[in-house]
Structures are given as structure tokens and as C-alpha cells.
């Protein structure tokens, strides 16, 4: 490559910061919107069902111990 091939950085606007490649920042949106659409695995929501389940039982316990002292 040579000197007068490369080409020089954009700039994003913020005084001292070279932008990176144009087509990364719509790349990431891309890829990030495809991982909102996946979903939820069902064994994903069991296990988040057994800890708010969990987490109930546990915040009960506790009140049911503060009214008896």
C-alpha cells in the first residue's frame, strides 16, 4: 500500500476521535436487533419462573419471622 493509497480517517464530529469503518455502526445494529427478535429460550423462562418463585417464598419467610418476634 502506498502513502498516497491510504486513505485518511473520517471523522465522527468529536474533535480528536477517528470514525471507524462507516459500515461497522450499522453491522451492530443489525446484529443486535436479530438477537431482540430471537426470543426467549422456554427452559430460559422455567428457570426465571423457579427464581421469582424462589424469591417470593424467601420474601415471605422473612416477613412471616419479623411478625413473630
Known amino acids: 500500500m502506498t502513502e498516497h493509497s491510504k486513505k485518511a480517517p473520517v471523522t465522527n464530529g468529536l474533535p480528536g476521535m477517528a ?4 459500515g461497522v ?3 451492530l ?3 443486535y436487533q436479530s438477537v431482540q427478535e430471537e426470543g426467549i ?3 430460559f423462562l422455567q428457570l426465571l ?3 421469582d418463585m424462589a ?3 424467601a420474601s ?3 416477613r412471616i419471622k419479623d ?3
Open 41 to 43: 429460550p422456554e427452559r
Open 60 to 62: 415471605a419467610d422473612t
Open 67 to 69: 411478625n413473630a418476634r
Open 19 to 22: 470514525a471507524f469503518h462507516p
Open 49 to 51: 419462573e423457579q427464581l
Open 29 to 31: 445494529r443489525e446484529y
Open 25 to 27: 455502526s450499522a453491522q
Open 55 to 57: 424469591e417470593r417464598q
